[in-house]
């Protein structure tokens, strides 16, 4: 039964892929992925190569797959970290919903990009080490941090024009602060899962849980709200006002 079970599940698994890929090469002429190609190369002054399809000769630039930007997106805009699993829809059922909003825009992709890679060194403080090294960590830290970002009204505003601080100078001073929370959460993450005996914890489904997500973050924010009225972080709207209104200028 097992071997039924686990040759299922390879079966599903390499379909996914293969749909993917094809969903993948649809894509690729589609008028809002060529769109967001030209504008992360111009955004980004020809340093990263927004890819539409698999094996383009992009020339030594950085690489933002279409796939895996999508993937950020999911987390961060759409705030919804629990199905990065699903790669294979990326393309293809979450298309529009992801690609198709008004300020989905190159610049957009690059800045959010940045942002969730920032996120390296934050990890690194998770002390659970099999939570911090799986795949769907990632997204949930930088969507609770966007959610910590967007619960601010400066903070709101900033991400939905990040265009304009891109414009104005200021892409390099946001993505340290996403940053610099990012490390923040991190420790309150630590603490939220220090009560569970990691015998029991469950990551693997809990990220893939919309309960335990949006639980968890809502508690990370409540702590940083605390720590801000303790005087032991900056308000976002402090963090982040500079960022706006130099952008705007």
Not at 76 to 93: A, G, V
Not at 144 to 153: L, S, T
Not at 218 to 242: C, E, G, H, N, T
Request: glycine share 6%; hydrophobic share 40%; aromatic share 8%.
């Amino acid at each position: 039964m097992k071997g039924n079970i686990a040759l299922s599940q390879t079966i599903t698994r390499n379909s996914n892929n293969q749909n993917a890929i094809k969903a993948r090469d649809l894509k690729s002429n589609h008028n809002i992925q060529q769109r967001l190609k030209a504008e992360v190369d111009a955004a980004s002054k020809s340093h990263y190569a927004y890819e539409i399809k698999q094996g383009e000769d992009n020339k030594g630039k950085s690489i933002i797959s279409n796939e895996n930007a999508g993937l950020v997106l999911l987390a961060i805009d759409l705030e919804q970290p629990w199905s990065c699993h699903q790669k294979y829809k990326i393309m293809d059922d979450l298309h529009s919903d992801i690609f198709g909003r008004p300020g989905v825009t190159g610049g957009r992709v690059l800045a959010l990009w940045k942002c969730f890679h920032s996120t390296d060194d934050a990890l690194k403080e998770l002390d659970n080490e099999p939570f911090a090294n799986y795949t769907l960590t990632r997204y949930f830290l930088a969507y609770a941090v966007g959610r910590i970002i967007k619960d601010d009204p400066v903070g709101s505003s900033v991400m939905s024009n990040l265009d304009a601080v891109a414009a104005g100078g200021k892409l390099p001073d946001f993505v340290a602060a996403f940053a610099g929370l990012a490390a923040a959460a991190a420790n309150d993450l630590n603490a939220e899962i220090a009560s569970d005996d990691d015998e029991h914890f469950d990551y693997k489904n809990d990220l893939k849980s919309s309960k335990w997500c949006r639980q968890t973050a809502a508690r990370m924010l409540a702590q940083y709200k605390k720590d801000v009225s303790r005087k032991r972080a900056d308000p976002i709207s402090k963090i982040f006002k500079d960022m706006l209104s130099k952008a705007k200028t």
